[in-house]
């Protein structure tokens, strides 16, 4: 079984290589229209500057600047269509990578130089869920176009079954009995018991735990945008599960705080008994690990 992963990841190194050199060309041809839309902007300021100057808005000017608009729009849609493809490139290079991730997690490769390790060091797995938080690609619709299941708080479709690698929201029994939401990531999945396999991000408690789907909750796959999607985000004194920071585990919170920029984290306030009002103070959390909660919100 070897030899057929090592041939995926092979394949899978050749389209990414293959990708990476059309993005690179997608840039060279974004900086290139950018270029060239610029003398046309330039026109555009100047016209105004005469027109302010000359305190007039003659049939000329009205003409005149009605043309170098309509070109600075079709530029600007040139532009945005060609990011837009490198966006798509983006996406695919993510994919691959995470395909040839789990690939070889299957096939249990690794170097000779760096042999497994039974755990992962707790401040390097800290950093690269911030860091997936980070990278998790925001949301750019057309003009018109919704944002999508999985973007921002909008749930997963009815039907929607989570591919392996995906991070999830599992529910789980702790060694004491109670059971807790924790951040997993999907093995597998079967359509005949209706039921997934996850596994415990967490390496130091790593266990594989067969659930069902009620289970189990998908994470955002894209951020939502809150200067053109506010309604993909869960507003204010919403109930919600939320990654408690510098943990593995979901908790129940109120949200504080939504995010007010693209590049912005919820502020929520964690159930906590320990406080006189039963919460936390506000504690960031980026939207890549906040879901909603079913559970009715405790009084």
């Known amino acids: 079984m070897a030899p057929l992963y090592t041939m995926a990841l092979v394949s899978a190194d050749s389209r990414i290589a293959e990708l990476l050199t059309e993005l690179h060309q997608l840039i060279k041809q974004t900086q290139e229209e950018r270029s060239r839309s610029e003398h046309n902007l330039v026109n555009i300021q100047k016209t105004h500057e005469r027109m302010q100057t000359e305190n007039k ?3 000329y000017y009205r ?6 608009y309509t070109t600075a729009k079709a530029d600007a849609e040139a532009e945005c269509n060609i990011l837009r493809k490198a966006l798509d490139k983006i996406a695919e290079i993510k994919s691959l990578l995470e395909e040839r991730r789990i690939a070889a997690k299957i096939a249990g490769l690794y170097n000779d130089s760096e042999p497994p390790r039974k755990t992962m060091r707790r401040g390097v797995l800290m950093t690269l869920l911030q860091q997936s938080a980070m990278t998790l ?3 750019i619709g057309k003009p018109g176009d919704k944002p ?3 973007c921002g708080a909008i749930p997963a479709s009815g039907d929607y079954v989570a591919k392996p690698g995906d991070k999830v929201a599992a529910r789980v029994k702790a060694v004491d009995g109670d059971e807790q939401w924790i951040l ?11 039921k997934y396999e996850v596994d415990d991000i967490d390496e130091e408690g790593k266990e594989r735990h067969t659930l069902s789907r009620r289970r189990i909750i998908p994470l955002p796959q894209w951020k939502a945008n809150p200067e053109t999607d506010p309604e993909a985000l869960f507003q204010k004194e919403q109930l919600v599960l939320a990654l408690y920071p510098q943990t593995t585990c979901f908790y129940r919170a109120l949200i504080h705080t939504p995010p007010q920029r693209p ?6 306030l964690f159930e906590d008994t320990s406080y006189a009002d039963g919460y936390s103070p506000p504690l960031n959390v980026a ?3 906040v879901v909603a909660c079913k559970e009715p919100k405790k009084k």
């Open 57 to 59: 808005i003659s049939p």
């Open 63 to 68: 003409t005149k600047l009605r043309g170098l």
């Open 137 to 139: 690609p925001l949301w």
């Open 148 to 150: 999508p299941p999985l």
């Open 184 to 194: 997993a990531e999907v093995v597998s999945y079967s359509h005949a018991t209706n």
């Open 263 to 268: 590049q912005d984290d919820y502020s929520v």
């Open 287 to 289: 939207q890549r690990y």
